[in-house]
């Protein structure tokens, strides 16, 4: 299995943050092929210190690095990756990587 990692930084307004991620880019994002499951953080993110600079963390899993080579190059996977301008303006980060449960 692998998971890429989507990791929003605090928006400066996060009602209109959530509305549109919620409503317009998770749609999109569910489209995209080859994706197993999709979550995210709830709540404020911590840190061991308290609460975090980060927003939001999205995992979203596949069969394998492969997997997700191909649904980022769908034209699924390309419109949801430029979609992230229209409302991450604070900055994501995106890392992928295979997992394994040890």
Request: proline residues 5%.
């Amino acid at each position: 299995m692998a998971k890429l990692y989507a990791v929003y930084q605090q928006p400066a307004d996060a009602a209109a943050f959530d509305s549109y991620y919620f409503n317009k880019h998770v749609p999109l994002a569910k489209t995209i092929p080859g994706l197993r499951s999709y979550e995210v953080t709830s709540g404020p993110v911590m840190g061991m210190a308290g609460k975090h600079g980060v927003y939001l963390v999205a995992t979203l899993e596949f069969d394998s690095m492969e997997a997700i080579g191909a649904a980022m190059a769908s034209p699924q996977g390309q419109a949801t990756a430029t979609d992230l301008a229209n409302f991450a303006s604070a900055g994501v980060d995106v890392m992928m990587g295979e997992t394994k449960r040890v």
